[in-house]
């Protein structure tokens, strides 16, 4: 089948440029001014902006275990609402994805319901209780793009040091979520004014950076890939770039709501700005902000964590951590950051393009001829509204909900199929 796209800003090598594009199958096999070749399927973008789809190497998919919150299906339509054609998925699912039966569940999940491609991400260690090293091997047969124990963080040093060994005996990137338990307590919120003026216990950036300097340290020792999930202080920033300039294989990502939101954001106690790492101080934002500028973070993830209503209207010390970011990441980040010229549009695209691909080796990420046809097409002069009844995710936990903002996704397609279109 043919497709061509007419009336279209195509994102070709960071600039939006005047073309159409045609697709013949799943791949792009034209880019020109002008296309006369008839089409079985015409998409009139008027003037809207043809992007790569957005890769998203951190989101929590809950399937299998706690479809109640999310599963393959409706995480994945969730997904190419926002923009994405490929998502991977974290591990802690129950049963834990620490093994090779578990890697192919999702896989088959995804093959038969997904809207976007899904890749895995196998547990670093077994069940994810930081005790025993997960069978990476065999998982790695089986297509996994790196390993974690995302949600938790392994305490012992030596057993981590054991992980990132034989992580790098199969080239396999090992994911950390950097939390000294120890220092981060019961901590609800970051420790600052706000925890002060709110009685919410803190949770101090310490808990965050020890864990990154001797993560650094360890994969330096082990010859180990690293890669550090959303990164939320002006400190592990330091740590990053002194990693970066010794040569090392350390990178790292962001989220969202790291990037525009700050602990302010707790102090009417909504839940749903409660996550971890939480949202820290202004100057830490600006540092995360800064860093993205300057190319020193490597992607913007989402770490999409849906917890059902009733898990989230509790009292702030009994909801779970965690918020959804599929359907937001691009609207916020563009309204908040590119509109405001804190950023720049391509700074936005290629940090959910094709700088997550390389982070995790996954195709994709580029608008070229002989590509698959991943991509999503978005109407930056109109607007979205985030309500209960459109999100597709099936839980609702965003602190953007009700809110109204610039740009509006109209198509997303994988290999030239549309996956998703705005009604
Ligand atoms: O806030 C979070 N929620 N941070 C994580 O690292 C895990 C996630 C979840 O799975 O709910
Ligand atoms: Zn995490």
């Keep these: ?59 929590h998919l809950r399937d299998p275990g706690h479809t109640y919150k999310e599963d393959i299906r409706s995480g994945t339509q969730s997904a190419a609402k926002g923009g994405f054609t490929l998502v991977c998925a974290m591990p802690n699912t129950d049963p834990v994805t620490d093994n090779i039966a ?29 005790e025993e090293i997960s069978e990476m091997a065999t998982m790695k ?19 981590m040091l054991s992980c990132l060994r034989y992580a790098s005996n199969f080239d396999i990137p090992v994911i950390i979520h950097p939390e000294d338990y120890a220092l981060a307590g019961k901590g609800q919120i970051n420790s600052g004014k706000v925890s002060t003026r709110t009685g919410l216990s ?46 090392l294989p350390v990178t790292c990502e962001v989220t969202p709501h790291h990037l525009v939101l700050t602990d302010e954001a707790c102090m009417n106690f909504d839940t749903n700005t409660k996550m971890k790492p939480p949202l820290r101080c202004e100057s830490d934002r600006l540092a995360c902000v800064q860093a993205l500028r300057d190319g020193l ?22 909801a779970p951590f965690g918020i ?11 309204d908040r950051l590119v509109k405001t010229k804190a950023i720049e ?6 940090n959910l393009t094709k700088k997550p691909a390389r982070v995790l080796n996954l195709p994709g990420g580029e608008i070229k001829i002989g590509a698959k046809a991943d991509l999503t097409i978005i109407d930056l002069n109109a607007s979205t509204t985030y309500t209960k ?22 198509y997303t397609l994988k290999s030239g199929i549309i996956t998703y279109k705005d009604k």
């Design 297 to 318: 973070i490597d992607c913007i993830a989402t770490d999409h964590a849906p917890h059902a209503d009733f898990e989230k209207e509790r009292e702030f010390d009994h």
């Design 102 to 130: 578990s890697v192919e569940y999702i896989q088959l999940r995804a093959k038969e319901h997904g809207s976007v491609r899904v890749y895995v991400i196998g547990a670093l260690t077994k069940h994810s209780l930081g």
């Design 345 to 350: 549009l391509s700074t936005l695209v290629d």
């Design 202 to 247: 803190g949770i101090t950036p310490l808990a965050e950076e020890l864990v990154i300097a001797r993560d650094i340290m360890l994969a330096e020792s082990a010859g180990a890939r690293l890669h550090i999930a959303h990164i939320s202080t002006a400190r592990a920033l330091q740590l990053v770039q002194q990693a970066k300039e010794r040569g």
């Design 324 to 334: 959804i970011g599929f359907e937001t990441a691009f609207g916020i980040l563009y």
């Design 389 to 410: 009844e459109n999100i597709l995710s099936k839980s609702k936990n965003t602190p953007w909900l009700d809110q109204t903002i610039a740009s509006k996704v109209m």
């Design 1 to 59: 089948m043919k497709t061509i796209i007419r009336n279209a800003s195509i994102y070709l090598d960071g600039k939006l440029e005047k073309k159409e594009l045609m697709i013949d199958g799943k791949r792009i096999v034209q880019i020109a001014n002008k296309i006369f070749d008839e089409a079985d399927q015409n998409i009139d973008a008027a003037g809207a902006c043809v992007f790569p789809g957005f890769i998203d190497i951190h989101a």
């Design 141 to 159: 047969s089986g297509g996994i793009v790196a390993v974690s124990d995302d949600g938790k963080c392994v305490q012992n040093a030596r057993l």
